[in-house]
């Protein structure tokens, strides 16, 4: 993923997130400048990678497949340090995007429309051994629970949420001619290197090509405190 590309979705999810008033922790503004000087007083926003995120799942095509996000908190389930029990993301996704079908072994999560557009799931159960099975899914949607068939369009509009348990494989995308969404993820603690299930094996993180210099620093880039 060009480097560019993120410094784009990054500065749109900042005009998104400033259209909707949702204001941000200073440490989100830093220039990679400004990290250079961060002491140990910000470890824990390094150990439990709190900050921006823009992924193409390493296929390339960001314009068809990934998303931009923000781990506003996050306990750490491998450092006892860190005794947070839960996470919060905001993620941006645009249409004509989609975020790959996926489950997590242990995370259970609620993903919210917060605005914009109108989000489309589709869920499918996930057996012991990570396999997609065709069996009726129960949906847990703001306090009602039902069922319905493995894969069928489910539609989330703004305001609306869903409860993932694990093995609940999930992907969504923007429902066409609506917009792009800006989405709220409440959870147990995260673990993007570990939890997460793809049906198809995608990385979780983009390789970049440094065509520009970054604008802000990603998760995984932090250098070590100074």
């Not at 990290?35 to 995120?53: P, S």
């Not at 249409?95 to 995370?107: A, C, D, L, R, Y």
């Not at 992907?171 to 603690?189: H, K, N, R, Y």
Request: proline share 5%; net charge negative; with cysteine.
């Amino acid at each position: 993923m060009k480097r560019s590309e993120i410094n784009g979705a990054i500065r749109r999810m900042e005009q998104m997130l400033g259209d909707y008033r949702f204001a941000l922790p200073p440490f989100l503004h830093w220039t990679p400048e400004q990290w250079k000087t961060a002491g140990h007083e910000y470890d824990e926003i390094r150990d439990n990678m709190l900050g921006w995120d823009v992924t193409d799942y390493g296929m390339g095509k960001y314009a068809e497949l990934g998303i931009a996000l923000i781990t506003l908190r996050n306990g750490n389930v491998k450092n006892k340090k860190y005794t947070k029990t839960y996470a919060e993301k905001i993620i941006m996704i645009e249409e004509g995007q989609v975020s790959p079908m996926h489950f997590h072994w242990s995370k259970m999560e609620d993903i919210i429309n917060r605005g914009g557009g109108n989000l489309v799931f589709r869920l499918y159960n996930a057996t012991k051994d990570g396999a997609m099975a065709d069996t009726d899914v129960e949906i847990n949607r703001d306090g009602r629970r039902y069922t319905v068939k493995a894969g069928e369009d489910i539609l989330i509009k703004p305001g609306e949420s869903l409860t993932f348990y694990p093995y609940y494989y999930h992907e969504f995308i923007v429902e066409p001619g609506t917009g792009s969404v800006l989405i709220g993820e409440v959870s147990m603690c995260n673990d993007d290197n570990t939890d997460n299930r793809f049906l198809e094996q995608y990385p979780r993180f983009p390789k970049i090509e440094e065509d520009e210099a970054p604008y802000r620093l990603l998760c995984t880039e932090y250098p070590p405190a100074a």
